[in-house]
């Protein structure tokens, strides 16, 4: 079954379309890669009662396809990609609901990647219909630039909450403090697009300007340091960042 939640003509506020998808994200991940392109495990962590590594997170989920829209937070959208993999609500229902503990519940996930990025949810924001486990892009594994092996996609979000190379799902009773990557401000804890919730603190509508002259030159140098990386294979894992 394809669901289809791609709006052809309309786009969130302050974003504009582009016909390519570029590795994008932080200057400080562009040189970082997964040592792991191929498994789809993750580790969960946190406030459960079992902290555990599922070496095929996805097995035993319904696959689902969506096209959706992705906008990343410096104001450029790619629209109707067709992504591929599970409901993060079902890999939830078996995964962790069965390990959250009554007594304190889970409101806040962490999602970290490969590279050392991390980036936090509200727990009600990650079970939306559209939010999904992916590691298929237009039928096709997802490459090492759109986050082998596994991947957030949460349409209705800026592009810096979908976690590319995800391996741990940390699940918080409450708000999680989390080191920022490069300015606090550029962390919103929720991040949604129709909301422009661009940042903390700051106006959305004033960050598009900040960000716009930034797409080129970061679509740059992450576009050279993969480059780079498929010339060498080197890999550098990150430290405690977040988003
Ligand atoms: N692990 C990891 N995930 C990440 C990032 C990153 O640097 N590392 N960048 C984020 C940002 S800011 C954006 S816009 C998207 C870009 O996804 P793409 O490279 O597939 O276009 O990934 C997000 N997820
Ligand atoms: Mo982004």
Sequence with gaps: ?????????????????????????????????PRDEKARSLQLSGDVLD???LPSALEGLARVEQVSDFHC??????RALRWGGVRFSDFYHLHIAPRVD???????????????YRSRML????????????????????????????RLVAPAHYGYKS??????????H?????????FAFMNHPRGRVAHEERAHGLPGWLLRHVYRPLIKPNAARF?????????????????????
């Design 51 to 53: 902290a555990v590594a």
């Design 174 to 182: 409450g708000e999680p403090r989390l080191a920022p990557s490069v």
């Design 1 to 33: 079954m394809l669901y289809q939640n791609a709006k052809p003509s309309l786009l969130p506020p302050g974003q504009k379309a582009r016909p390519d998808f570029p590795r994008f994200g932080l200057a400080p991940y562009a040189r970082r890669f």
């Design 123 to 150: 727990l009600s924001d990650l079970l939306a219909f559209d939010v999904l486990l992916a590691d298929t892009l237009d039928g096709l594994p997802l490459s090492v630039d759109h986050g082998a092996p596994l």
């Design 163 to 172: 976690v590319k190379h995800l391996c741990g799902v940390e699940c918080w």
């Design 223 to 243: 576009a050279k340091a993969a480059a780079e990386h498929a010339n060498t294979g080197t890999v550098t894992t990150g430290g405690p960042h977040a988003n």
């Design 102 to 116: 009554p007594a304190l519940g889970v409101t806040w996930v962490v999602l970290s990647g490969q590279d050392g």
């Design 73 to 78: 937070v410096t104001t450029w959208s790619r």
